[in-house]
């Protein structure tokens, strides 16, 4: 049975290597990383899918503004182990982090992925076209989910990064000393 629940610090270690799995290097690449690197998910919005005890599933919610001033939140990244795809446990994910962003007050959540997939839980690119992000991306990627009508009316600039710095190393330099590394893949927090 799989089971959704709230990510722990015990988890960081499985969900880097499941991110490793399913993105590989690249995924430190992303425009999306820049966003979130060197800094701290949302509160009470990272969730993981467990099976048998091991980490099957990860998404995650940050803290972004959408053009000056319009707090938003960036989803990302989804991922599921791939021995375990199509059983509906990344859908699972995606709807429970929703749900949760909309109880706790957001207005509205971005990601940047396959609109035939998250078009589903309601992203399109329709409120996305005047915002950018600080790099290169596919502007046919950058989806968005309205959690209040309204949220994004009018927004217009670019996606920045809020939210709480991690303090100290970052939390993929912390696995990679866990894990007896310092590879090319650990990247360290920027100072603030």
Do not use: C
Not at 40 to 67: E, K, M, P, Y
Not at 100 to 107: E, I, V
């Amino acid at each position: 049975m799989v089971t959704i629940r709230e990510e722990k610090i015990a988890d960081i270690a499985a969900r880097e290597t499941l991110l490793d799995q399913a993105y590989g290097a690249a995924r430190f690449t992303k425009t999306s990383e820049r966003l979130r690197e060197g800094r701290l998910a949302a509160d009470g919005l990272s969730l993981v899918a467990t099976h048998n005890g091991g980490l099957v599933g990860t998404v995650r919610l940050w803290n972004i503004v959408a053009g000056p001033e319009r707090p938003a939140l960036l989803l990302g990244p989804l991922a599921v182990h791939p021995d375990h795809r199509n059983r509906g446990i990344g859908s699972t994910l995606m709807r429970r982090a929703i749900a949760r962003a909309r109880l706790a007050g957001h207005g509205a959540i971005l990601l940047v992925g396959d609109a035939a997939y998250y078009g589903r839980f309601g992203f399109s690119a329709a409120a996305t076209g005047a915002l950018w992000m600080p790099g290169q991306f596919d502007r046919e990627r950058l989806l968005a989910l309205e959690l209040r009508s309204g949220a994004l009316a009018g927004v217009r600039g670019m996606i920045g990064a809020v939210g709480r710095r991690v303090p100290g190393p970052d939390l993929a330099t912390l696995v990679a000393q866990e894990r007896g590394s310092e590879g090319p893949r650990v990247r360290r927090a920027r100072a603030a």
